[in-house]
């Protein structure tokens, strides 16, 4: 019988901890958008919101500068995304040569978060050498153009996936449950759509309404939604590591969405709430904890891989007392944001 085993991820895209776990000291992992806080569609769901956080590198010689400063100060790697032109697009070719030199000179681990992606860009990011490309898929053109305000349906994120897949680009796309206002509507499609293309792993999320946008106000989809759309992913998907990623509503509702993942065998889990790795054990896991974004699961030679064992002995000699840790698992607001 194979051991069942389970990853927790703890970037420090933002300072996180709970009794159990808690993202390392120092810039490890950080977000960058290349548009500031720049975005043309300004989606309902997020409004740019989440850009606001991010370190802001506009252009190559500014993105360079960071990278190397970020690199002299321990930084292993970067989530390098940022606003979407009215096409759904993000910028990222200009930035080619800058992600590739800090790749092969700087030894920084690059993902991109990217909008629809052209053959050109899939080949440019290719040459740069990224280590995963993060493409949000929506399966229904309706939720496209009411909320992401973009006139392309679903084909053109099928098309994003083969083009990434023909250049040979690691990918993880993403699928956002309750996108439409809470409502499921196309996240079906959206997995078959992954389900079709060989794809390096696959990143869940929920819903988060997000103040100063148009879903400010709106609840995130039912319980009993959430885990008709996590049990079919994992059919679909069963040999594609899957994981619950780091945006979804905090509290009683994240928690219980943390143990349905667990439950439906589910690879990984970003940001788990305080308890869930001690109930991940009791379900028969053998846990392990990594300081990255959870897309790169599929990399087996990622740097700050432990056991829990090692992870609580690294905050011990940090002096972070066991317990102490925020009930939810939230951040201590100790400064950068994050992306899912």
Do not use: W
């Amino acid at each position: 019988m194979d051991l069942l085993k389970i990853t927790f991820f703890v970037p420090n895209l933002k300072h996180f901890e709970t009794g159990e776990v808690c993202s390392m000291a120092g810039p490890a992992f950080v977000p960058i958008s290349v548009t500031g806080t720049t975005c043309s569609l300004m989606c309902d769901h997020c409004s740019a919101k989440i850009l606001e956080s991010m370190f802001s590198a506009e252009t190559p010689d500014v993105l360079k500068d960071l990278l190397v400063r970020l690199a002299a100060d321990g930084c292993t790697g970067a989530l390098i995304t940022g606003g979407s032109d009215a096409g759904g697009r993000v910028p990222l070719e200009p930035f080619e040569d800058v992600m590739k030199f800090a790749r092969e000179e700087l030894g920084l681990r690059i993902a991109v978060h990217t909008g629809i992606v052209s053959r050109r860009t899939a080949l440019s990011l290719k040459r740069a050498k990224v280590a995963v490309a993060m493409t949000d898929i929506v399966g229904s053109a309706e939720t496209l153009n009411r909320v992401c305000h973009l006139p392309a349906g679903p084909s053109a994120y099928l098309e994003s996936l083969l083009n990434l897949a023909d250049a040979g680009v690691p990918m993880s796309p993403h699928v956002v449950i309750g996108l439409d206002y809470g409502h499921i509507r196309g996240e079906m499609k959206a997995i078959d759509m992954i389900a079709s293309v060989p794809v390096n792993s696959a990143v869940l999320v929920v819903l988060k309404p997000t103040r100063g946008t148009p879903m400010e106000g709106v609840a995130p989809p039912v319980l009993d939604s959430v885990r008709e759309v996590f049990a079919y992913a994992r059919s679909r998907l069963v040999r594609v590591p899957l994981l619950l990623g780091c945006a979804r509503p905090p509290g009683s509702y994240g928690h219980e969405l943390e143990k349905m993942a667990v439950d439906l065998g589910f690879d990984g889990i970003a940001y788990p709430s305080d308890g869930l790795v001690s109930y991940a054990a009791q379900k028969g896991y053998s846990v392990n904890v990594r300081y990255e974004c959870c897309s790169m699961v599929f990399e087996t030679s990622a740097p700050h891989c432990q056991s829990v064992a090692h992870h609580r002995g690294r905050e011990d000699s940090q002096g972070i007392r066991k317990g102490a840790g925020h009930p939810d698992g939230q951040e201590a607001d100790a400064g950068r944001g994050f992306i899912c």
